[in-house]
């Protein structure tokens, strides 16, 4: 018997990241479907997660194009490899990004603020607030019960949320995504997003996206760069 071959950092981090947006859509009543070369959902994605998402390079761009919601402005695509192009569909390039990843044996930095596990609605909209009180209903009380799903919170000596982040396992890895902080300094969460993925899921590299000021704050806490990922806008 022979052993499959083991993916790479930028295909576990692209599957992975394709898990939690199906896991969030499925949140909102929507529901994709996974193919060889991309997850895709037939109806609008919730606001901030794309209606595609490419797992392998060389997707072919008629064919995910054809799986997505196009008759209404606001379709996204997100590109993991960089390498489609989506322009001759009416697509622009919304931002570009990297993909980040933290191998399991990295040591957790410290010193370690206390976070906590978001476990029931309440204290899910207190997070939601704190993240983005404009788009709070983004996160309902079903992201609770979603598998392989946790939402971390960090607070303050008033009880307040000041921080947190959501992990997702899958695909052999820790995702990690909605990394803020209340602070003036976007390294404030990353500490507690780092040990927390590695208490709740040890043994797992932890991988994600970001870009600008939030991608210098995960390299500063023993992430590096692995590749480029595009995400593709429909006005």
């Excluded at 402005?73 to 009416?90: C, E, H, I, N, R």
């Excluded at 206390?114 to 709070?136: E, F, H, N, Q, S």
């Excluded at 600008?212 to 429909?234: N, Q, S």
Aim: aromatic fraction near 8%.
């Amino acid at each position: 018997m022979t052993t499959p071959p083991k993916q790479s950092p930028v295909h576990a981090a692209a599957r992975n990241n394709a898990l939690w947006c199906a896991a969030m859509s499925r949140t909102h009543g929507v529901i994709g479907a996974f193919t060889d070369e991309a997850w895709a959902a037939p109806a609008r994605t919730p606001p901030y997660y794309p209606d595609a998402v490419t797992l392998v390079s060389g997707a072919d761009p008629a064919a995910l194009v054809a799986r997505i919601d196009t008759a209404a402005p606001g379709a996204t695509v997100k590109d993991s490899f960089g390498d489609l192009d989506l322009t001759g569909a009416g697509f622009q390039v919304l931002f570009e990004a990297r993909w980040i990843h933290r191998p399991a044996d990295a040591p957790v930095p410290g010193p370690v603020p206390p976070w906590d596990l978001v476990r029931d609605a309440d204290t899910l909209r207190a997070w939601a607030d704190a993240w983005d009180d404009g788009d709070a209903d983004l996160f309902g009380p079903a992201l609770l019960d979603a598998p392989d799903v946790q939402v971390i919170a960090a607070r303050d000596t008033q009880g307040r949320v000041t921080a947190g982040a959501v992990l997702n396992r899958g695909a052999d890895a820790v995702g990690v995504s909605n990394v803020f902080s209340l602070g003036p300094a976007p390294d404030t969460a990353w500490p507690s997003v780092v040990d927390a993925a590695h208490r709740l899921y040890p043994g797992l590299p932890v991988v994600g996206y970001e870009h600008g000021d939030d991608l210098t704050a995960a390299l500063r806490h023993g992430f590096a760069a692995i590749g480029p990922l595009r995400i593709w806008l429909k006005p």
